[in-house]
């Protein structure tokens, strides 16, 4: 059999090999074998040594393009994931504690006013090795409030004669009621700015914005337009005739 011929099985016998085999024992075997069938060794032979050879560099490239079996493998424990600090838009704004599961034990976490996604909270000898464990903090929109690093978001609804006309304006915020003033003829969208209402100053950070997103209503009459419209329905030209 010429050695362009060989296959798998064909190279594992020429080997001597009757079970798994790895990368090691694969070399033992070829150097038993190519040195048994060395021409110039007693019983050897040119064209057997050849296809030794070939035997075992088809073996060879198989071997390398097979993973290593599981058992030879060293399993490594995948890390476990870190548990998120998740707050509301208020709970930024304001601090207090929050209540964290880690691994299988339910911690009370103080977090700071002021603090930002991204940010992280340092419990100390709360991970599993006995050090120190940091979570990362996660602010999740709540209560009608958003958050984008320091600024907070929120839609605030005015009547569609406001957006036409301009005037003042009320908006009732985290911070309490906070008025402004509008432009005649504002287009969609309007959004306001309100300094200084965002996430408190935390460390190098300044204190965050409020901005408001104005959406336009249907407009509801005023308490003066609402009394001539029931004095209208009462009042109907027959009955002031009479």
């Not at 390398?64 to 399993?75: G, V």
């Not at 006995?130 to 609804?157: E, H, N, Q, Y």
Request: glycine share 10%; proline share 10%; net charge positive.
């Amino acid at each position: 059999m010429c050695a362009d011929a060989l296959t798998f099985e064909n190279a594992r016998l020429l080997l001597g090999l009757t079970g798994p085999v790895g990368s090691d024992g694969l070399t033992a075997a070829f150097r038993a074998a190519v040195k048994a069938a060395r021409p110039d060794a007693p019983g050897g032979d040119a064209e057997r040594f050849r296809r030794v050879i070939a035997a075992y560099r088809l073996l060879q490239a198989q071997t390398l393009a097979l993973p290593a079996p599981a058992h030879a493998r060293p399993f490594v424990q995948p890390p476990a994931p870190v548990p998120l600090l998740t707050l509301t838009p208020k709970q930024a704004l304001n601090g207090g504690d929050v209540r964290v599961a880690v691994g299988a034990r339910t911690l009370r976490v103080h977090a700071p006013s002021g603090v930002r996604s991204g940010d992280k909270i340092r419990l100390k000898r709360a991970a599993p090795n006995g050090g120190d464990l940091l979570l990362p903090v996660l602010i999740r929109p709540a209560d009608g409030l958003s958050v984008l690093g320091g600024d907070l978001f929120m839609t605030w609804t005015v009547p569609q004669r406001m957006m036409d006309d301009g005037g003042r304006i009320e908006i009732t915020t985290h911070a309490g009621p906070r008025s402004s003033w509008l432009a005649p003829d504002m287009v969609e969208p309007v959004r306001l700015r309100l300094k200084g209402l965002g996430l408190p100053a935390r460390g190098s950070r300044p204190a965050g914005d409020l901005f408001v997103k104005l959406e336009a209503s249907a407009d509801l009459p005023s308490a003066a337009e609402d009394l001539l419209l029931r004095f209208t329905r009462v009042w109907t030209p027959e009955r002031l005739a009479a």
